[in-house]
């Protein structure tokens, strides 16, 4: 099939720290690819070429509603267009083309809704629980995620978006009250009065509270890899947790997680051997730091390899071909 996926314009693909949909977008376009299919992708000036496709470049989410007639000359015609922007403009605009949305976000609407695809069934229960649309889980490239058991740093570690959203204040909290560092990678994008409240835990504890900018790369590898344990405390301001990429990426490295009971969180987590621990509250994320040293990391590896890069491709390549051939769903 020709192909194309669409990935946000804020950030480049594939992206250089954070960057989780930009992720996934381009490990689709990867796994399609290698599955043989002509795959094109719609990315922030300056993404990476696909191996087998075109790089159509934009900046601004509301260019789709022009698309295809804005470049010239225009691009072919996809047999599917995979889009995983925020705002589904193309939806809005071509509503009767062969497109799959894939659903990170929290809100759907008439245009926005057509054939809508699912991150996990936390998500949908919590925000789409009568809104047709198949669940397609996050996949990652394992190769690029070695697998490690040797020492490891003793430190928390919190990966995400430093928003309210994501409760970063109860990670402080428990490492406060366990007396074991956390380090805090993310871009900041809360508003000031969110920053000011976590820089004011790390001016009171300089010597546990460690706050930073975005990671990536090789540097991101090792401070999965040397961490005791992932935390990540979401749900605050009616959150759903969605894909917690975070969680498979430490996962896939071998190291255990301390979640909050939300969105998908449970269904990463609750399998034996164990992996992590579900949490409702601050006080249970302080009572079971102390177990996750009875977590193998060899089961982490093992609980990710359930979340690869094919997968999700094979499963988004069975879907195009549907959609490709006239199937819609969600038509509202």
Same mark, same amino acid.
């Given at each position: 099939?020709?192909?194309?996926?669409?990935?946000?314009?804020?950030?480049?693909?594939?992206?250089?720290?954070?960057?989780?949909?930009?992720?996934?977008?381009?490990?689709?376009?990867?796994?399609?690819?290698?599955?043989?299919?002509?795959?094109?992708?719609?990315?922030?000036?300056?993404?990476?070429?696909?191996?087998?496709?075109?790089?159509?470049?934009?900046?601004?989410?509301?260019?789709?509603?022009?698309?295809?007639?804005?470049?010239?000359?225009?691009?072919?015609?996809?047999? #599917?267009?995979?889009?995983?922007?925020?705002?589904?403009?193309?939806?809005?605009?071509?509503?009767?083309?062969?497109?799959?949305?894939?659903?990170?976000?929290?809100?759907?609407?008439?245009?926005?809704?057509?054939?809508?695809?699912?991150?996990?069934?936390?998500?949908?229960?919590?925000?789409?629980?009568?809104?047709?649309?198949?669940?397609?889980?996050?996949?990652?490239?394992?190769?690029?995620?070695?697998?490690?058991?040797?020492?490891?740093?003793?430190?928390?570690?919190?990966?995400? +978006?430093?928003?309210?959203?994501?409760?970063?204040?109860?990670?402080?909290?428990?490492?406060?009250?366990?007396?074991?560092?956390?380090?805090?990678?993310?871009?900041?994008?809360?508003?000031?009065?969110?920053?000011?409240?976590?820089?004011?835990?790390?001016?009171?504890?300089?010597?546990?509270?460690?706050?930073?900018?975005?990671?990536?790369?090789?540097?991101?590898?090792?401070?999965? +890899?040397?961490?005791?344990?992932?935390?990540?405390?979401?749900?605050?301001?009616?959150?759903?947790?969605?894909?917690?990429? #975070?969680?498979?990426?430490?996962?896939?490295?071998?190291?255990?997680?301390?979640?909050?009971?939300?969105?998908?969180?449970?269904?990463?987590?609750?399998?034996?051997?164990?992996?992590?621990?579900?949490?409702?509250?601050?006080?249970?994320?302080?009572?079971?730091?102390?177990?996750?040293?009875?977590?193998?990391?060899?089961?982490?590896?093992?609980?990710?390899?359930?979340?690869?890069?094919?997968?999700?491709?094979?499963?988004?390549?069975?879907?195009?071909?549907?959609?490709?051939?006239?199937?819609?769903?969600?038509?509202?």
């Amino acid at each position: 099939m020709n192909l194309v996926v669409i990935s946000p314009p804020l950030l480049r693909t594939k992206p250089d720290g954070y960057g989780g949909m930009e992720l996934m977008a381009w490990n689709l376009v990867k796994g399609l690819s290698a599955r043989g299919h002509s795959v094109s992708l719609m990315a922030k000036h300056g993404s990476d070429i696909p191996p087998d496709g075109t790089l159509i470049e934009y900046e601004d989410e509301k260019q789709l509603l022009g698309f295809p007639d804005m470049w010239n000359p225009p691009p072919q015609r996809f047999d #599917c267009y995979i889009d995983f922007s925020h705002d589904k403009r193309l939806s809005e605009a071509h509503y009767d083309w062969p497109i799959i949305n894939n659903f990170q976000i929290m809100s759907i609407n008439h245009t926005t809704g057509l054939n809508p695809v699912f991150i996990s069934h936390g998500q949908k229960k919590a925000k789409f629980e009568n809104v047709e649309g198949p669940i397609i889980y996050y996949g990652l490239d394992l190769d690029e995620y070695p697998y490690y058991d040797g020492a490891r740093g003793g430190y928390l570690l919190y990966l995400g +978006q430093v928003i309210r959203e994501k409760r970063i204040e109860w990670a402080c909290e428990v490492a406060i009250a366990t007396n074991r560092p956390l380090k805090v990678f993310g871009p900041w994008w809360g508003p000031p009065e969110y920053s000011e409240q976590l820089r004011e835990y790390q001016r009171q504890h300089p010597d546990l509270i460690e706050l930073n900018d975005s990671i990536g790369g090789p540097q991101k590898i090792e401070v999965l +890899q040397k961490a005791y344990a992932l935390i990540h405390p979401v749900g605050g301001m009616g959150w759903a947790e969605a894909g917690a990429i #975070c969680i498979l990426e430490a996962l896939a490295v071998g190291t255990p997680i301390i979640g909050s009971d939300n969105g998908c969180i449970p269904e990463y987590l609750d399998v034996e051997p164990p992996v992590g621990f579900v949490c409702n509250s601050v006080q249970d994320m302080v009572g079971v730091v102390d177990l996750v040293r009875l977590i193998r990391p060899e089961d982490c590896r093992k609980r990710a390899e359930d979340f690869t890069m094919d997968r999700m491709s094979r499963a988004y390549e069975r879907l195009a071909e549907e959609v490709a051939g006239g199937l819609k769903w969600n038509m509202g």
